[in-house]
T-cell receptor, first 113, second 109 residues
Framework: EAGVTQFPSHSVIEKGQTVTLRCDPISGHDNLYWYRRVMGKEIKFLLHFVKESKQDESGMPNNRFLAERTGGTYSTLKVQPAELEDSGVYFC???????????FGEGSRLTVL | AQRVTQPEKLLSVFKGAPVELKCNYSYSGSPELFWYVQYSRQRLQLLLRHISRESIKGFTADLNKGETSFHLKKPFAQEEDSAMYYCALRGAGFQKLVFGTGTRLLVSP
């Protein structure tokens, strides 16, 4: 069974540009999470989808970040325009049921120059 | 507020030595505590959770509500235990995990 997949694995962009990260959760997992790890800091929660609905987006840093999960399948996280402080590793995780184990993707490393 | 503190960024031990990775938490209710591990070039994965009371790969962790701690222990470290370890908390009624900053464990031969 395929695990959580994320694309791209690494993206290097310039400040002001746009980047879209994609996450494909494990098939059948209704719960999808986005997390971010900035160098030297904790893995920080960004938001949680249940199917296509945003259950909790309290961790989204600001309105430059937009997450979607069309049809309750894959999810995208767009950063527009990117700033230097957005650099980090963005992790996606999925679970089923909601209190179950989180299965993580390998992460998408974003470098903003 | 929910917070997880891992005071050590790096813990370096020799093979066969005991290991204790510290984790303290701040939460007013009854939390669920986890340890996640990321081995080199692998994805983050669940190591153990306090409610299951299991020993995984020789590791154990006991939730101490009085000291608000969930330290991870192993009596005899192995080289393959070298990895990044994250303590995480999930509060009652919440679905998201709150992670600590992680501790890198390095086990030398």
């Amino acid at each position: 069974e395929a695990g959580v997949t994320q694309f791209p694995s690494h993206s290097v962009i310039e400040k002001g540009q746009t980047v879209t990260l994609r996450c494909d959760p494990i098939s059948g997992h209704d719960n999808l999470y986005w997390y971010r790890r900035v160098m030297g800091k904790e893995i920080k929660f960004l938001l949680h989808f249940v199917k296509e609905s945003k259950q909790d987006e309290s961790g989204m840093p600001n309105n430059r970040f937009l997450a979607e999960r069309t049809g309750g399948t894959y999810s995208t996280l767009k950063v527009q325009p990117a700033e230097l402080e957005d650099s980090g590793v963005y992790f996606c995780a999925s679970s089923q049921p909601i209190t179950g184990e989180l299965f993580f993707g390998e992460g998408s490393r974003l470098t903003v120059l | 507020a929910q917070r997880v503190t891992q005071p050590e960024k790096l813990l370096s031990v020799f093979k066969g030595a005991p290991v204790e990775l510290k984790c303290n938490y701040s939460y007013s209710g009854s939390p669920e505590l986890f340890w996640y591990v990321q081995y080199s070039r692998q994805r983050l994965q669940l190591l153990l959770r306090h409610i299951s009371r299991e020993s995984i790969k020789g590791f154990t962790a006991d939730l101490n509500k009085g000291e608000t701690s969930f330290h991870l222990k192993k009596p005899f470290a192995q080289e393959e235990d070298s990895a990044m370890y994250y303590c995480a908390l999930r509060g009652a009624g919440f679905q998201k995990l709150v992670f600590g900053t992680g501790t890198r464990l390095l086990v030398s031969p």
